[in-house]
């Protein structure tokens, strides 16, 4: 009798219980994780934070973020051999360059039906350049948000040269901007800078930059050449443009006033021993919180061609699978906007490294304000990114990293003085890997 | 009589031999001493630039021409401000003075004899004054080619016509106790009064804000794992192949021969898809299970085993030892040092092992990360920053140094015994 | 010898010792139900929609491989009804190998590997109790130093190991062991972890029960040293079958196939190495670009001048056969500079003069410090302004300033020297061993006859050291033929293929590219490349220590 209760009232805790933990189950919120790829722990704090304010902000989603690795490397072999494990998280961010390999394995989905069914949307935000390559159809070869959306882009940088104002100071020459507003920025000017700085002393140079593709694909725009046509489906090497653009950096390179080919060039401009250092937003923080000198950013000079920079770029993608589920789809979509938000690109270009990729007065407005930006010519960016930077894009027509890679070698040996430019020219086209779908 | 004057003839001169013999000896002693220390100065020095450049601040590493020691600017205040004090000549004697900051631009004048076309810079110089002190005469005079103008400046009380050969800024500097005492002077090129001063605050920055405390520890866990697990595998697989005979175990013993010459890199890639497989991808034990077996371990303790007398075994298993028993009260306590040999190249190994930790550790899962990893981020994150990539590299080559001034009898003997067999 | 003369002999036989038993009924039952698990096994890989995204090559593969042990099992399964020893013999390797097996899988399903970050990170919580192990160290240490026997060093070595359990225990607690305990519990009772666990302890069971009955068997002594021995090898044995034998294979798998990481492996044949090896050969007039007679994706790799033609030679893959050439100009170089100064300081230290071991130490020092890390510490030796190598070559040659991390010319250089540094004390250690092992009666007779040094060192030294040399050749080749660290660390700023080394090249087709396929491939040439290099090591070494004879 007495045991008989006993397990009736066992089993109904036990009934209660379980339906209760199966409910509570119901109404647990759709986890959706993301994960960027921050370059150090300050980035990975403000990410944390924006994950928590979008978490508290919509309902019934809660939001997991995930730190990446700091090298371009590693973060994406991480990626693909999740994806292909089916353990990668909902959204992630990838450079712009990785959308075409994401997009053509079929890993990353296309928003496009999401996108077009919300009224709230409008891809004209963005700048125009990464909404092109972000929209783009590889089989109609089109490029609108009915046929294609890869993802939102995260943030845009272009080039800039970080200037050590103490020395042009000390050399007594006019600086890059003031040389700009006299409408005499251009490749001499530049070269006799460089000689003027460099004439200070055996441990200062007038110039340097990081060898990697886009440094010196940039002169070869300024020139009119560069690494392909305009549709990426020839290689465009061969171009008297590109060939210009080699032999002013290898006279450059050869007046012994720069950063040697190869070397790092950002210690020593930190020490301050370089005139103008080349490179993107992302110096920024680590300048601004070691240069004991006046700095400031200056536009890249105009070449043969006029005034050209790059739009670096990378955006937030979403994991395909994670579209089969309509309530995650959802979910994902929501987190997707709130992520490229005027709120919450502010809090993140608020650390100096990155700038907003919406291309509206809102988002300058508060890029402008923050304490990071305060003071300097920041409008040496964004005025290349409105005007005349054109967007780092995917290579939809063939392997980037293989083709860069034989690029990247070949000009090389030309700066360091192994190969004539006219032999580059001859032979480059041949040497690529053939493009074309 | 004559015997003995031979004798004496026949020892003194055997005694002059060896006396000469051995003043030889101690020069070329000498000479060996002499190139030894040159040797072992030249292999110490990376250390030593190690060691004191991870004491140092981030600018006096940049300074130049390099120095070994680490130095501090001194400071003093200065309208309410701590800023660097200057030695340099003014009006004749040495005082130290303080940058205001203020820059002024300055002409630097000269003859037409004494300056250098090619490098203004290097011309000699008449006089330096401030650019709105000096008047443009409006004439130039060519030089070689290059029009240098000419201005009406003031020389000791007389005004006089000079080439300006180039324009420059300088700061101005004060005494801070006397303002009034001021001159001008290039900022960077001034040296600050400096004393020697070690940071020791970079060790504690690079091992709590750079994350090197928790990888030295995951480096410790793994290499004690690791290391523990190699010798014990190697001494039960040592001991099958030189005491046991079963059937295979020599073509077994030929397949793990043939292994060693098999390169790491063949596996990183199978390796890394089996860890994907078992889900042990960046997590530590992707660093240690498989790395328990060792073909070259086992090779080792065979070959010692082989030189312990049979004898011994047979007297064991009299007195009624199992083989586990013989293997481990017999044998084990017999091979100390080829235990230690082991144990210590496994924990060279493991510790300093790179390729495959960032194979399969991702770079964002910082708290698996073991000490060359961190290095290689430190070496990204802190490129500005070569005093503080030095203190991780010293902090990351401190434990295996503990470890060879412990038992370096092993390390040395151990390595060289390996290589004569 | 004592194994052979034994060979023939019978243990003891008792009566209770012959005949079938349930037990050996029961053992051969567990022995079939074992086959029936695994050929269920083999059907269900086969069965398989998708094997891990390694293809179905390897799948097959593996199904093929169980359906062979499920073969083994049930053929043991009927020699022990047979009592036969070969039978008992096969269920014993294969019960006690599946328990190591086993003892791997509840780790695995129990997530206890995942667990070693928990438990690094406990010590890393409580990191100062670590101290407490140098101090039990120290005691004991302190304690060795007194004679053996006085009770002084007694009370200290047990003090300092009692400091060191203690802290053990401490930091265990303080981790959370007795929450990963109960963790580990709540994990154990679940469906999956208990069967294993079953299986477990079954597989121990019969292993155990069978390895004691052998005199039913009629096990011979030579008989029972073979399991025995297996049984000793087993823990080597497993871990090189899984994580070497199974990983070996699948690299060569894969080194036929294009595989990208994300897609399937799709079997191309031979296509990675014709790929990495293919060449053009074309003679053109001197002055005539090598682009125009190339094929398309072909890089000129080297020219040969005949007359007014030349001969190009261009790969498909220009940067493998530059980054090959890379690797062997390296191994040469290291060679130079890492081999023989250390015989010289070798010969110098085997003066046998006072303080040699204290050299000995110090030149053996940089081989201990990771190559990340020295690499560190180069990086701004030889920084071209602020670096002390630049600023001492400035003090003989004012004008000179060598860009050595980023000049193509000379990147290599520098980083041989690094290599050279870490590795000449090394060599030099293990070439003072070889020729202390030289008899003195042999140089002493030597000098007898009136040989100058350089003879006795050619002639006589030399050849009784060759085999040292050779060890210290082969070696110091292996190593550089495998370099990577050294150029990624040192040489990861320039864009310049002279960076690449043979690894750096399939690291970045790897890990960079995606490329796995290409990189298994690359491997394997690497592998017969260094095969090559030992095999004619060994013949001129088997040459040079034969004239001694």
Redo the contacts between chains.
């Keep these: 009798m007495n045991r008989k209760l006993v397990i009736v009232a066992l089993l109904a805790v036990l009934t209660a219980s379980l339906s209760f933990a199966l409910v509570a189950n119901a109404q647990d919120d759709v986890t959706v994780t993301w994960r960027t790829r921050p370059d150090n722990q300050a980035e990975i704090d403000v990410y944390t934070s924006l994950s928590d304010s979008i978490d508290a902000k919509l309902d019934g989603v809660t939001l997991a973020y995930q730190a990446g690795g700091t090298e371009t490397a590693g973060y994406q072999a991480t990626l693909l051999t999740e994806l292909a494990a089916g353990t990668a998280p909902d959204i992630f961010w990838i450079p712009g360059t990785d959308i075409a390999t994401f997009a053509g394995e079929g890993v990353i989905a296309n928003l496009s039906a999401v996108a077009t069914a919300d009224a709230d949307f409008d891809a004209s935000v963005f700048y125009p350049q990464q909404i092109n390559e972000l929209t783009y159809n590889p089989e109609t070869g089109e490029s609108n948000v009915e046929q294609a959306l890869w993802g939102l882009p995260r943030d845009a940088s272009s080039f800039a040269l970080y200037v050590n104002l103490d020395l042009f100071e000390e050399a007594g020459i006019p600086t890059p901007t003031e040389q700009l507003e006299a409408g005499n920025w251009n490749w001499e000017t530049f070269t006799q800078t460089v000689k003027d700085i460099g004439a200070l002393g055996d441990d200062v140079v007038g110039f340097g930059l990081n060898a990697w593709w886009a440094n010196w694909w940039l002169w070869m725009n300024a020139a009119g050449g560069g690494y392909f046509n305009a549709d990426k489906t020839e290689c465009a090497l061969n171009s008297d443009g590109t060939r210009a653009a080699l032999e002013f950096l290898v006279e450059l390179y050869g007046s012994g006033e720069t950063v040697p080919f190869g070397t790092d060039s950002e210690p020593p401009f930190i020490a301050g021993n370089v005139g103008m250092f080349l490179n993107g937003r992302w110096a920024t923080p680590n300048t601004a919180a070691q240069a004991t000198f006046n700095w400031d950013y200056a536009e890249v000079p105009a070449g043969p061609n006029g005034q050209s920079n790059w739009l670096f770029w990378g955006a937030y993608v979403v994991n395909a699978s994670s579209l089969e589920d309509p309530a995650r789809a959802a979910a994902v979509w929501n987190v997707l906007k709130e992520l490229t938000s005027v709120e919450s690109q502010g809090l993140v270009t608020a650390l100096g490294a990155n700038i907003p990729s919406r291309a509206g007065e809102d988002a300058i407005a508060a890029f402008f304000a923050s304490p990071v930006s305060e003071g300097k010519n920041n409008a040496a960016f964004t005025n290349a990114l409105a005007n005349y930077a054109v967007a780092e894009a995917p290579l939809w027509t063939g392997n980037f990293g293989e083709y860069d890679a034989v690029v990247g070698a070949e000009v090389t040996k030309v700066i360091n003085g192994e190969l004539s430019p006219a032999d580059f020219q001859a032979n480059i086209c041949g040497m690529v890997p053939a493009l074309g779908m | 009589m004559t015997t003995l004057a031979y004798e004496t003839e026949a020892s003194r001169r055997a005694l002059e031999k060896e006396r000469r013999a051995l003043m030889t000896q101690r020069i070329l002693n000498i000479f060996v001493y002499i190139i030894l220390t040159a040797v072992a100065y030249l292999l110490l020095f990376p250390f030593l630039y190690l060691l004191f450049t991870s004491l140092k601040t981030t600018t006096d590493v940049f300074h130049f021409p390099p120095r070994l020691l680490p130095y501090v600017p001194l400071t003093t205040e200065y309208n309410g401000e701590q800023v660097t004090l200057y030695s340099m000549e003014v009006n004749g004697q040495q005082r130290n003075m303080v940058d205001t900051g203020e820059s002024v631009r300055f002409g630097f004048f000269t003859t037409e004899d004494l300056i250098n076309v090619a490098e203004p810079r290097q011309s000699g110089l008449i006089t330096q004054v401030p650019i709105d002190l000096a008047t443009d005469t409006g004439r130039v005079v060519n030089v070689g080619g290059t029009d240098f103008p000419v201005y009406s400046v003031e020389v000791n009380g007389q005004s006089q016509e000079l080439l300006l050969a180039f324009r420059g800024g300088l700061s101005r500097f004060v005494a801070p106790d006397d303002p009034t005492v001021e001159t001008f002077a290039n900022a960077r090129t001034t040296s600050p009064v400096e004393r020697v001063e070690f940071q020791w605050a970079n060790y504690q920055s690079v091992l709590q804000l750079r994350n090197l405390d928790r990888s030295l520890i995951n480096t410790a866990l793994v290499t004690v794992l690791v290391t523990a697990g190699q010798v014990l595998t190697s001494l039960l697989g040592g001991y099958a192949f030189s005491r046991m005979q079963f059937r295979g175990r020599d073509a077994v013993f030929l397949v793990y021969l043939g292994t060693i010459m098999i390169p790491f890199v063949v596996l990183i890639i199978p390796l890394y898809q089996l860890m994907q497989v078992l889900g042990w991808q960046d997590h530590l034990v992707a660093l240690v299970l498989p790395w328990i077996f060792t073909a070259y371990g086992t090779f080792l303790m065979r070959q010692f085993f082989i030189t312990i007398p049979k004898e011994l075994e047979e007297a064991a298993q009299l007195d009624g030892l199992s083989r586990f028993g013989t293997l481990f009260r017999v044998f084990v306590p017999l091979s100390g040092a080829a235990i230690a040999t082991q144990a210590i190249i496994t924990f060279l190994y493991a510790w300093n092992s790179f390729i495959w930790p960032l194979v399969i550790i991702s770079e964002g899962n910082t708290p698996n990360h073991v000490v060359t990893l961190t290095l290689n981020q430190l070496r990204n994150a802190a490129q500005s920053e070569p005093n503080l990539m030095l203190t991780g590299a010293a902090v990351a080559i401190l434990p295996p140094l503990i470890l060879f001034v412990l038992a370096q009898r092993y390390f040395v003997e151990g390595i060289a015994n390996t290589g004569s067999k | ?3 052979t003369m034994q060979a023939g002999q019978r243990s003891g036989i008792q009566p209770s010792d012959q005949g079938m038993t349930p037990q050996v009924m029961l053992v051969a039952l567990w022995q079939a139900l074992l086959g029936v698990g695994l050929v269920w096994g083999a059907i269900q890989v086969w069965n398989m929609p998708e094997f ?3 293809g179905d090559v390897v799948q097959r593969f593996l199904a093929v491989v169980i359906l062979l042990t499920a073969i083994a099992a049930f053929a043991s399964a009927f020699m022990v009804w047979q009592l036969s020893n070969n039978g008992r013999f096969i269920a014993i390797i294969m019960n006690f190998s599946f328990f190591a097996l086993s003892i ?1 899988l509840l780790g ?1 399903v129990l997530g206890l ?2 667990g ?2 928990q ?3 406990g ?2 919580r409580n ?1 100062p109790w ?1 101290l407490g192990f140098p101090i039990g160290y120290a005691l004991v240490w302190v304690g060795w130093r007194f004679r053996e026997g006085e009770s002084v060093r007694e009370w200290l070595v047990k003090a300092g190991l009692g400091v060191m359990m203690v802290t053990l225990v401490i930091l265990l607690l303080l981790s959370g062991l007795p929450n990963s305990i109960a963790d580990l519990f709540r994990a154990l009772v679940q469906p999956v972890p208990l069967l294993v666990l079953g299986l477990l302890i079954g597989f121990f069971v019969v292993g155990t029960y069978l390895s004691r009955d052998g005199a039913r068997f009629g096990e011979t002594i ?1 008989q029972r ?6 049984l ?6 497993v ?2 079958s ?3 034998a ?3 294979l ?2 060569l798998y ?1 080194s036929f196939t294009d595989y ?4 399937r492996p799709e079997w191309v044949g031979l296509d990675n190495y014709i790929g990495l090896l293919q060449l053009e050969f074309h003679t053109i007039p001197a002055e005539q ?4 007679v ?7 790799i080297a020219s040969i001048g005949l007359g007014a033609n030349r001969l190009v030679i261009g790969a498909r893959d ?2 493998f056969w ?1 980054s090959l050439g890379n690797t062997f100009r390296y191994c040469f170089m290291l060679l130079l500079l890492g081999v023989m100064p250390a015989l010289l ?1 070798a010969l ?2 085997n ?1 046998k ?1 006072p ?1 040699m071991k204290f ?8 081989s ?7 690499a ?6 030889y920084d ?5 190598i630049n ?1 001492a070559i400035r003090f003989f040659f004012p004008e000179s300033n060598i ?1 050595w ?4 010319n000379v990147m290599l250089v520098a980083v041989v020297i690094m290599a050279a ?1 870490q590795v ?3 060599n030099a ?2 070439f ?3 020729l202390q ?1 030289i008899p003195k009666e042999v140089m002493e007779a030597s000098t007898v006859d009136g040989a100058g040094p350089i003879t006795r060192f050619f002639r006589i030294m030399m050849p009784l050291i060759a ?2 040399t050779f ?2 050749v082969v070696t110091t080749l ?1 190593s550089g ?2 370099a ?2 050294e150029m990624y ?1 040192l040489l ?6 002279a960076r690449l080394t043979t ?1 750096y090249y ?3 087709e ?5 490329q ?1 396929g290409n ?2 491939a690359t ?2 040439l ?2 017969i490349v ?2 090559i290099v ?1 095999l004619v090591q060994f013949r001129l070494s088997n040459r040079s220590s034969a004239y001694q004879d």
Aim: glycine share 6%; net charge negative; hydrophobic share 55%.
């Design positions: 010898m004592t194994t891990f995204n390694l791997l695995q590997y995942q070693l970050d438990l690094s990170e010590l890393w990191a670590l030579a040293e073979s399991w025995q021995g297996w000793f090898l087993l823990p080597n044995f871990n090189f899984l994580f070497f199974i990983p070996l699948l690299s894969l990208n990481a994300i897609s670009a090598s682009g125009t190339l094929t398309q994706g072909y890089g000129e220009t940067m530059v300081l110098l230290l003066t003069i303080g050299y000995r130490a110090i030149f053996f020092l940089p201990i410090a990771a190559v990340v890390g020295v560190l510490i180069w990086q701004w030796l071209p302004i602020i670096g002390f600023y860009n991390l980023s000049d193509p540094w000449v004390g090394f250690v293990i003072l061993a070889g092992n085999p040292t060890f210290v292996i033929l495998q990577f660290s660390v990861w700023a320039t864009s310049d293929n690894v399939l690291y970045e790897g890990f960079e590219r995606f796995f990189a298994s491997a394997w690497l592998f260094i095969f030992t």
